[in-house]
């Protein structure tokens, strides 16, 4: 049974840091490429950087480029997203998911971790 947990979220000042976490389980983590999702209340879910199987490529969306680092640990199969400079437009629930910036996340979402950003 595939699982992913978020966590990491929480309330931080704007120009603060977080940094987010996904355990998985339930499938060979480092087969497949990984990706962290967002969605702000009364928006879509939109894909917020994305990481090749091995760790080699990176993608950003253009909104947290120069902000935001993915990471991955293929030993622990886990999924980090380090987030700096944050802003309140960054306020969202993030959410990580099997897939890469060219393919559509596999399987099902996990609950999500709450970022907020306000002073």
């Known amino acids: 049974q595939v699982q992913l947990v978020e966590s990491g979220g929480g309330l931080v000042q704007p120009g603060g840091s977080l940094r987010l976490s996904c355990a998985t389980s339930g499938f060979t983590f480092s087969s497949y490429e990984m990706s962290w999702y967002r969605q702000a209340l009364g928006k879509e879910r939109e894909l917020v950087a994305s990481i090749s199987r091995r760790g080699g490529m990176l993608n950003y969306a253009d909104s947290v480029k120069g902000r935001f680092t993915i990471s991955r640990d293929n030993t622990k199969g886990t999924l980090s997203l380090q987030m700096n400079s944050l802003k309140p437009e960054d306020t969202a629930v993030y959410y990580c998911?099997?897939?890469?910036?060219?393919?559509?996340?596999?399987?099902?979402w996990g609950q999500g971790t709450q970022v907020t950003v306000s002073s």
């Open positions: 998911i099997r897939g890469g910036p060219y393919s559509p996340p596999s399987g099902s």
